[in-house]
């Protein structure tokens, strides 16, 4: 497991951002992931099963997480549907070998939203932020899991999911103390103007600007805040 590393969409204009933000959160879950595996080497001297299992996981990790990498850099549609196939199928056999490990349920969940079954990739990352594997994840990988989960409720419902998008969004923001994300900021001015919270959206555009005073999403929501005032 030690190699895992606004809207997503990769086939619109936002396919280089999406294949960017994308790249930070294997990342994360990389750094998650050699905590993660240090931990268990300690234990493996005395489970020589659970070793064997712990390293199969890894190596269809290792293969999902490449076949998305390369799903989200190619600019061929047909060609990033079979990498997201191939990636959804490491996934799930990483899934079988370690039911307990979150990682394996986040690259799944990546895999189903690039396949456009974005209820299945909701359903994984609740999976994946459940009690007991949740609990394995913190500070930077947690919070770009509840960013990605508050984005998939928006896609899936937004009109009866806001308000638990928004929880998502407010628990992320804390667990990204520290490292920024102004994508997260502007989700979340964008649940508050859907629920006619333009203080809070005014709010949450301007954080989006302090953390990066380049972000042209924020800024064209706050002048249309502005202009409706």
């Known amino acids: ?15 280089n951002q999406m294949a960017i933000q994308f790249a930070i959160l294997l990342f994360t879950i990389a750094v998650f992931a050699l905590q ?7 234990s493996a001297t005395r489970l020589r099963s659970k070793s064997r299992t712990s390293v199969q996981s ?18 061929s549609k047909s060609q990033s549907l079979t990498l997201a196939r191939n990636a959804l199928l490491e996934a799930e056999t990483a899934v079988a070998f370690s039911p307990n490990d979150p990682a394996p349920l986040v690259l799944k969940a990546f895999a ?16 994946a932020l459940a009690y ?12 770009d ?23 998502d969004l407010k628990e992320a ?27 809070e959206a005014k709010w949450a555009f301007e954080e989006a600007l302090r953390v990066n005073p380049e972000s042209v999403k924020a800024r064209q929501r706050l002048d249309i805040l502005h202009k409706q005032n």
């Open 36 to 42: 993660y595996c240090y931990v268990k080497s300690s």
């Open 112 to 127: 189903l939203d690039l396949l456009g079954r974005k209820t299945s990739a909701l359903r994984s990352l609740d999976s």
């Open 58 to 75: 890894h190596g269809h990790l290792r293969k999902a997480s490449q076949f998305l990498s390369r799903a989200t850099s190619t600019s």
């Open 145 to 167: 899991v509840l960013v990605k989960r508050a984005e998939l409720k928006i896609e899936v419902n937004k009109k009866r999911r806001v308000d638990s998008a928004i929880e």
């Open 173 to 199: 923001l804390e667990e990204l103390s520290g490292h920024g994300n102004d994508s997260a900021f502007c989700l979340l001015g964008e649940c508050y103007e859907w629920k006619g919270m333009s203080e």
């Open 1 to 15: 497991m030690c190699d895992v590393s606004d809207h997503i969409n990769s086939f619109t204009k936002n396919t």
């Open 132 to 143: 007991r594997r949740g609990r394995s994840l913190a500070g930077r990988e947690r919070g």
